[in-house]
């Protein structure tokens, strides 16, 4: 177990590719965007995003808050879920960057809140990281919370990239 971690959960049984809602005018996992816009996660860690949003959306319940969590495969294909309670996302990273093996691809998923249209929505913050891309890329996805700490967030719209940043599985 990683330091400073509470649990960690054997995610074996987890379905390889989730499925999630298809928009058919959704620009594909991976597509590169023009030169000085954020890139997207590589199609290759998408699954793993959508993976963490699924996961996240079972977490999230009231909006009373969710402890971040680390979602990593490493290349022979070994899963693992790690939470961070009260961690921040440096934390986070760092974790990641002593795991050994080294993962292949990995998402960390943050509960958050993100401005709207100067209005405060709950957001869930996803970095994912692929050793095969120069850079991580940073997600968001808007949701609303259930109407009670048993009910399931809901996803508002589709995840939005927001930003590149260091790859700390190179």
């Known amino acids: 177990m990683l330091p400073g971690t509470v649990s960690v959960q054997d995610v074996s049984d987890q379905p390889n590719n989730p499925s999630p809602t298809h928009d058919p005018d959704a620009i594909p996992a991976g597509t590169k965007m023009p030169e000085g816009q954020p890139q997207p996660?590589?199609?290759?860690?998408?699954?793993?995003?959508?993976?963490?949003?699924?996961?996240?959306?079972?977490?999230?319940?009231?909006?009373?808050?969710?402890?971040?969590?680390?979602?990593?495969?490493?290349?022979?294909?070994q899963k693992g879920l790690w939470r961070f309670p009260g961690s921040n996302e440096q934390h986070v990273t760092e974790q990641l960057a002593q795991l050994d093996p080294k993962p292949?691809?990995?998402?960390?998923?943050f509960d958050g809140?993100?401005?709207?249209?100067?209005?405060?929505?709950?957001?869930?913050?996803?970095?994912?990281?692929d050793d095969a891309e120069e850079k991580s890329a940073q997600v968001v996805q808007?949701?609303?919370?259930?109407a009670t700490a048993e009910d399931e967030g809901t996803p508002v719209g589709n995840?939005?990239?927001?930003?590149?940043?260091?790859?700390?599985l190179r």
């Open 113 to 129: 809140q993100m401005p709207v249209e100067d209005e405060l929505h709950d957001a869930l913050i996803i970095t994912a990281w």
């Open 159 to 168: 995840p939005m990239v927001y930003g590149n940043g260091e790859n700390v």
């Open 41 to 77: 996660p590589s199609e290759r860690v998408s699954p793993l995003v959508f993976l963490g949003i699924q996961h996240a959306m079972e977490s999230v319940g009231d909006g009373s808050g969710m402890d971040p969590f680390l979602l990593a495969v490493t290349a022979d294909d």
């Open 104 to 109: 292949a691809i990995a998402v960390s998923v």
């Open 142 to 146: 808007l949701y609303k919370p259930g």
